[in-house]
């Protein structure tokens, strides 16, 4: 499913951000996508924020792509999670406006999940948190307040990563 405000101002105060959530065994995905619009009025926040999730069997993508305003996670952003079984793809999209991140963006450590971070415009803020990802392409934008990134290049659909195209700049 999508939600696209692009032709609105989205504010929101919530618990649980999930964006790309497969449960339950057997096959079948979940393809989900949150889009904003470029207003500087865009204002979320939220305590935690999955994206792409699996608990067992099938698949899962979520996207977030933040366009403009401001989004903030209270703590962890978790990219691509992975428990038993299954494939997970997250990504993480900036293009505008500003993204705080009061803890870490994470991936589940398996060949099965993938995390990809897109900075193409606006700011990530970690302050001093962590980034674990797949993948962290830099096109444009600033980056700010991050201690240590580690990439590991996985590809869900492959299970093996070329280091080459762990950091794209």
Same mark, same amino acid.
């Given at each position: 499913s999508?939600?696209?405000?692009?032709?609105?101002?989205?504010v929101?105060?919530?618990?649980?951000l999930?964006?790309?959530?497969?449960?339950?065994?057997?096959?079948g995905?979940s393809t989900?996508?949150?889009t904003?619009?470029?207003?500087?009025?865009n204002?979320?926040?939220?305590?935690?924020?999955?994206?792409?999730t699996?608990?067992?069997?099938?698949?899962?993508?979520?996207?977030?792509?933040?366009?403009?305003?401001?989004?903030?996670?209270?703590?962890?952003?978790?990219?691509?999670?992975f428990?038993?079984?299954g494939? &997970?793809?997250?990504?993480? %999209?900036? $293009? *505008?406006? =500003?993204?705080?991140? +009061?803890?870490?963006? /994470?991936? #589940?450590?398996?060949?099965?999940?993938?995390?990809?971070?897109?900075?193409?415009?606006?700011?990530?803020?970690?302050?001093?948190?962590?980034?674990?990802?797949?993948q962290?392409?830099?096109? &444009?934008?600033t980056?700010? %307040?991050? $201690? *240590?990134? =580690?990439?590991?290049a +996985?590809?869900?659909? /492959?299970? #093996?990563?070329?280091t080459?195209?762990?950091?794209?700049?």
């Amino acid at each position: 499913s999508t939600l696209d405000t692009t032709g609105a101002i989205l504010v929101a105060d919530l618990d649980q951000l999930i964006i790309g959530q497969k449960k339950g065994g057997g096959v079948g995905s979940s393809t989900d996508n949150l889009t904003t619009g470029t207003s500087y009025s865009n204002a979320v926040t939220a305590n935690t924020v999955t994206i792409g999730t699996v608990n067992a069997g099938g698949v899962a993508t979520g996207t977030l792509n933040w366009l403009g305003g401001n989004f903030t996670a209270a703590n962890d952003v978790a990219l691509a999670t992975f428990v038993t079984s299954g494939t &997970s793809r997250g990504t993480l %999209n900036i $293009t *505008g406006g =500003t993204v705080t991140v +009061n803890g870490n963006i /994470t991936k #589940t450590a398996s060949t099965s999940s993938t995390g990809t971070i897109i900075l193409a415009g606006g700011t990530l803020d970690m302050t001093s948190g962590t980034i674990g990802s797949s993948q962290f392409a830099y096109r &444009s934008g600033t980056l700010s %307040n991050v $201690t *240590g990134i =580690t990439l590991d290049a +996985n590809a869900a659909t /492959t299970g #093996t990563g070329n280091t080459a195209d762990a950091l794209i700049v």
